[in-house]
């Protein structure tokens, strides 16, 4: 009994003698951010408890992500095996939580990333859908010009993105959702030469969906713009 014990011990104080233990828990907390260093020269999992990983973000350029379609995990390494800089990336799970995970290159082992989700005592804002049904159904709405439970229609004031100077805009609804937003624009072509439009010049890093309804237009004829995005989160 005493030497097992004594292993137990030892093995314990080399454990916490190592740089950083692999496995790491964190609580998954919807539309908040969590910190967890990683290998900057190895790879690395991150994985979400009873949920899957169904898209990133802010992976282009820093990392090399391998998708696990099965398990629904991420396997994630860095390009630059000599950075140390921070980077964060986005995920999104198959039930529709958001999370911002900022990760932490450092010269250690390979790290596995655990996120649990966390329940709030908070009542949904909107249909428990799963994430492609909840988009596909948010984007009918915005075509068809109609009202959807889950989801706040006001007038849109401004243009929020940049659009080409022989096109003027206007600005007609935004859906506002608890995980994602919804724009409609109007847009006209000013100039004298036709306009080719196309969905990925005029889409941002944290849009989840865009469509077009004519992507290329006439002197003087219009098209409509539909954007599903991130929510703005207030300050």
Known sequence: MRKSFFLALVFEMVSQTSTLLALQTYPLINQQKTAAPISRDQQNRIAVAGDRIQQIFGAEGF?????????????VKCLNSKSTKPQTITLITESGLTHDLKLLPQEIEFQSILLKPTLTSEKPKQPSLPYRQRLITLMKAMVQGQKIDGYKVTPLKHADRAFKKSLTIKTMAVYHGEHEEGYVYHLKNEGNEPLLLREQSLALPQDFAIALTHTRIQPGETSSLFVITKTKRSS
């Open 63 to 75: 990392f090399d992500v391998q998708s696990d379609d099965v398990g629904g995990q991420i396997f």
